[in-house]
């Protein structure tokens, strides 16, 4: 049995669950989303708990019973706090701003980079350099955010690029002299 599959979701005060056709669908305070579940498990609600069982031991049940329940557990944290990722510009020069949905970067190249932020996440700058990726959905704040750092990616010899709040670039050491 999966250890994680096994274990209830259990709604706070302030978050609905609508279990229907296959489909569960969460609504809390920062928005709603809905999850289309597989066939192979089964979502029921007791009041605030969904419990999640799975149809038969096949291979399949058993990967989609761990999954399904890590997917509502992060649709929950979502709706009820939301999901932010962290981004930092560093080289000289190097640069960001927003106007609407378009997000325009000077990153060292002979052209601004240029990206549409997808419906349902927001991209706040703060000093040019700071980004701040936030949304409800966790997949699709990961995804942006791992766009917007796909455009330059942290170099290891100087650390110019995009990189994440948290990450470590390694350096390593540049050509010597004989």
Not at 56 to 80: C, E, I, P, W, Y
């Amino acid at each position: 049995m999966s250890r994680i599959g096994k274990q209830p979701v259990v709604l706070p005060a302030g978050i609905s669950a609508k279990v229907a056709d296959g489909v569960v669908a969460l609504k809390g305070p920062k928005g709603e989303l809905a999850l289309k579940v597989p066939e192979t498990v089964e979502v029921s609600q007791e009041g605030a708990t969904l419990t999640i069982a799975r149809k038969g031991d096949d291979k399949q049940s058993r990967a989609d019973h761990g999954t399904t329940r890590a997917l509502l557990q992060n649709m929950l944290v979502g709706v009820k706090d939301g999901y932010s990722r962290d981004l930092e510009i560093q080289g000289v020069g190097f640069k960001a701003s927003i106007a609407g949905k378009q997000l325009t970067m000077n990153v060292g190249y002979s052209h601004p980079v240029e990206y549409t932020v997808p419906e349902g996440v927001t991209v706040t700058v703060t000093d040019g350099t700071q980004l701040k990726v936030s949304g409800i959905d966790k997949q699709l704040v990961g995804q942006v955010g791992a766009r917007i750092r796909s455009f330059r990616p942290p170099e290891p010899y100087k650390g110019k690029g995009v990189r994440y709040k948290d990450e470590r670039v390694r350096r390593k050491a540049g050509k010597t002299v004989a």
